[in-house]
Each structure stands twice: as C-alpha cells, then as structure tokens.
C-alpha cells in the first residue's frame, strides 16, 4: 500500500517474505520439540484455570453451608430436631462433622450406660477427627496439580526457550549471516515459550496460596466447631447418664 506525503509517494507494506510474528504464527513456524513444549504448557494452564473455578464453587458452597448450620445450631433447638433439619444437606464442612457425631452417639447410646460418658466421648471425639480429616482431604483435591504447574512452568517454558535459542544459533551458522531478520524469528520463538511458561505458573502460585490459606481457615471453624459441640454433647451425657 502506498500513501503521499508532500506531493511524495511513500511505501507502507512490509515485505512480502516478512516473517509473521502473531502467536500463531510463531507457534507454527516453531520447531516440533517447541511446538510440543508450547502446547503441554496451554493444556496445563487450561486445567489450571478449571481448577480453579471448580475450587471457587467447593469453597463458596462449603462456607455457605456452615454459615446456615452454624445459624441453626446456636439458634436453641435440641440436637435432635437440628439432625432432622440437616439430614438431606450438603454433608461438607461442619455438617458432615455433626452428622458423623450423631450416628455414632445414637450406636453407642446402650453401650455408654456401661462403659460410661468419658468412653462414649473418646469415640464421638474419635469420629469427629476422622471426618475432619476426610473433609479437609476432600477439599484439597487437586491442589497438587496448581502446585506442581506453578513450580515447574517456568522451567518448561525455559527449556523450550533455550531449544529455540539453539535454533537461532544454527540458523546463524548456516546462513553466515548474523542480520536481526535471521536471528529474530528464533529468538521470538524462544521467548514466545517462556511467556507461556510464566503465563502457566503465575495464577497457578497466586491461586495455590489462596486456596491453601482459605481451606485452612475452614479446617480451624471446624476444629472450633468439635471442642464446642464436644463439650455440650458430654454435658448432655452427664445429665442422661
């Protein structure tokens, strides 16, 4: 295409042979070793990004779940009627662990009479961690995968950048020309698969930390939630028994 400037034509078009620097461009003109590098790091930032929005979702419903049971639970009704009331929710979180608690107290009730409250508590006690335990494994699923992309992203992009870079250089020694035209598409190339690298790793620390840091929290309420009900549970039992 060409333009007038001052009474002057001037030439605006690239090259015809010009070297395509889009994305796709560069990801096509790659060699295959980076072109497999290239895309292992968009896969693994595809799963990434679902497992994240899939944490977003378990996190919000378990803590929208123990908020509601929590209400209901200080709200004075007997344990029975709040058993009733929760038997057909989400067994996430606290839930699980008050549910888990209850089956095991109504099996032990004909045994506390004989071995008493302090061995009928050690086995609620008992039930309530192993469910802890469960919920907070539950919750942590796939936390692994955010943690390994976020820690070895970076080096895979690095090695698909030090392949293209060895490309580069090769070109170089075949044309005996060291002209940016020659070395540029290359050295693009090589770049082009660390940023993938980074663009892999990156929202998969940030999102690792606060996923971490959130399931934490929720497993220190129910930690609260077990010595709470623990001790109105043993209060109850002392007065039955």
Same mark, same amino acid.
């Given at each position: 295409?060409?333009?007038?400037?001052?009474?002057?034509?001037?030439?605006?078009?690239?090259?015809?042979?010009?070297?395509? /620097?889009?994305?796709?461009?560069?990801?096509?003109?790659?060699?295959?070793?980076?072109?497999?590098?290239?895309?292992?790091?968009?896969?693994?930032?595809?799963?990434?990004?679902?497992?994240?929005?899939?944490? /977003?979702?378990?996190?919000?419903?378990?803590?929208?779940?123990?908020?509601?049971?929590?209400?209901?639970?200080?709200?004075?009704?007997?344990?029975?009627?709040?058993?009733?009331?929760?038997?057909?929710?989400?067994?996430?979180?606290?839930?699980?662990?008050?549910?888990?608690?209850?089956?095991?107290?109504?099996?032990?009730?004909?045994?506390?009479?004989?071995?008493?409250?302090?061995?009928?508590?050690?086995?609620?006690?008992?039930?309530?961690?192993?469910?802890?335990?469960?919920?907070?494994?539950?919750?942590?699923?796939?936390?692994?995968?955010?943690?390994?992309?976020?820690?070895?992203?970076? /080096?895979?992009?690095?090695?698909?950048?030090?392949?293209?870079?060895?490309?580069?250089?090769?070109?170089?020694?075949?044309?005996?020309?060291?002209?940016?035209?020659?070395?540029?598409?290359?050295?693009?190339?090589?770049?082009?698969?660390?940023?993938?690298?980074?663009?892999?790793?990156?929202?998969?620390?940030? /999102?690792?930390?606060?996923?971490?840091?959130?399931?934490?929290?929720?497993?220190?309420?129910?930690?609260?939630?077990?010595?709470?009900?623990?001790?109105?549970?043993?209060?109850?039992?002392?007065?039955?028994?």
């Amino acid at each position: 295409m060409a333009g007038r400037e001052g009474g002057m034509e001037v030439e605006l078009a690239t090259p015809a042979g010009a070297p395509d /620097f889009s994305l796709f461009g560069m990801f096509m003109r790659a060699t295959l070793v980076v072109k497999l590098v290239m895309l292992g790091l968009v896969i693994a930032s595809i799963l990434c990004w679902a497992i994240v929005f899939e944490k /977003f979702a378990a996190l919000r419903k378990a803590r929208r779940t123990m908020d509601r049971f929590e209400e209901l639970f200080w709200s004075g009704q007997s344990l029975d009627e709040i058993e009733a009331a929760v038997l057909h929710w989400p067994r996430v979180g606290t839930v699980a662990l008050f549910l888990a608690a209850m089956e095991e107290w109504r099996r032990s009730q004909t045994a506390a009479a004989r071995a008493g409250v302090a061995g009928l508590m050690q086995r609620i006690e008992k039930v309530m961690d192993v469910e802890l335990q469960r919920q907070i494994a539950r919750l942590e699923q796939r936390l692994m995968v955010l943690a390994t992309v976020g820690s070895v992203s970076p /080096f895979i992009g690095l090695f698909g950048t030090v392949w293209g870079i060895m490309n580069s250089f090769q070109a170089i020694a075949i044309s005996k020309n060291t002209n940016l035209a020659v070395v540029a598409p290359g050295l693009a190339e090589a770049l082009f698969a660390t940023a993938l690298g980074l663009l892999a790793a990156i929202p998969a620390v940030i /999102f690792y930390n606060k996923f971490a840091n959130d399931i934490a929290r929720i497993g220190a309420r129910m930690e609260n939630f077990i010595e709470e009900f623990t001790a109105i549970l043993s209060r109850q039992l002392e007065e039955a028994y």
